[in-house]
């Protein structure tokens, strides 16, 4: 009677949701304060003001009928040509505006992407641990997601990866800085990637695209730590972005794909984007939040807030004696339950009022992720807890 497929997905809860909501609850009955919520990746720091000071100007300054109507299917063309060149300054690459497609953020241009290029039998390759919606996004598009160990740091396993590679493989998709680990592949990282999907092109004789996710840009704390952009290390490339937490406004739902045009048949590929824009029933990505994208593209909101936090979490919770995997990037500590089983660990800190996300669903069974875009005092007020918690496994 209807797709069992999608009643499956939209009656049962992500865990991630599932917790974020039992947060809520249990908020309502001992007070919000006490409950200390990692669960969900909600930017905490507020959109930089320029962000409402462009909602203001355009508002003023555009005509209702413009600004409200609907744009281009792609995007209205300025904004694309503003974000193209100010992409082109950043990276020195050679894109126009024609090689951008706007989006409904992140989510849309991985989705928009996986239908763009997928064939009957095609796999697209991930590293665990990864964004557990990519498996709904990939088979969404009739595709398989094929999940790759990463090594002991959470860095790509390249010999797994060449091992992986088959004829039916249409694209690697890395995120970095990474959902849920925090971990940013650096230039050597890139090159090797780009290497070896150089190599398994020419072994089967096919294009193989490398996908970046990349709503994470930005969100780096180290002078030193830099974000590659892959369309300087390989042509069949592809980058899926998005405004929702560089500048603080998931809700907004604004993002872009930006297609390499050095990519094989790059002017194809750009429609097959198009076409599945129009697939997938997007019609166009918000007019409104287009302009601001472009007037606000390159700012970020005030990362030293989750510096802080990052820098305050990792050093309170190894103090405790806990083993977690040390955060470049995004908002987003990844910790090795003491135990194997990491539902049971989280439940013991819901004992506590902490509350964790099981690895289980980011393909790494035996960790957690803790989203630390939170308010500083909820990490200050929650170490007392994690080292109560850490004393239970006789880790101080
Ligand atoms: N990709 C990753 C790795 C994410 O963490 C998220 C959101 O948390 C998304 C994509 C979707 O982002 P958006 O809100 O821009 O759709």
Redesign the pocket.
Known sequence: MINQKTYALGSKRSVIREIFEYAKKRGAEIGRENVFDFSI?NPSVPAPKEVNESIERIVATTSSVELHGYTSAQGDKGVRDTIATNLNVRFNTTLCGDDLYMTC????S?TITFHALAESGDEFITFAPF?PEYKVFCEGAGAKLKVVKSDDNLQPDFDLLEQSITENTKGLLI?SPN?PSGVVYGEEVIKKLAEILEKKQKEFGKTIFFIA?E?YRELVYDKDTVVPFIMNYYDNSIVCY?Y?KSISM?GERI?YIAVNPKCKGAKEVYFSVCGAGRVLGYVCAPSLFQRVAAECDGLTADLSVYKNNRDLLYRGLTDCGFDCVYPDGAFYLFMKSPEADAYAFCEKAKKYELLLVPGDDFGCPGYVRIAYCVKPETISRALPSFAFLAREYGLN
Request: hydrophobic share 35%; proline share 13%; aromatic share 6%.
């Open positions: 990746g953020g992140a989510a849309a991985l964004f995120n959902n996710d709503p998005s929702s998931p993002g």
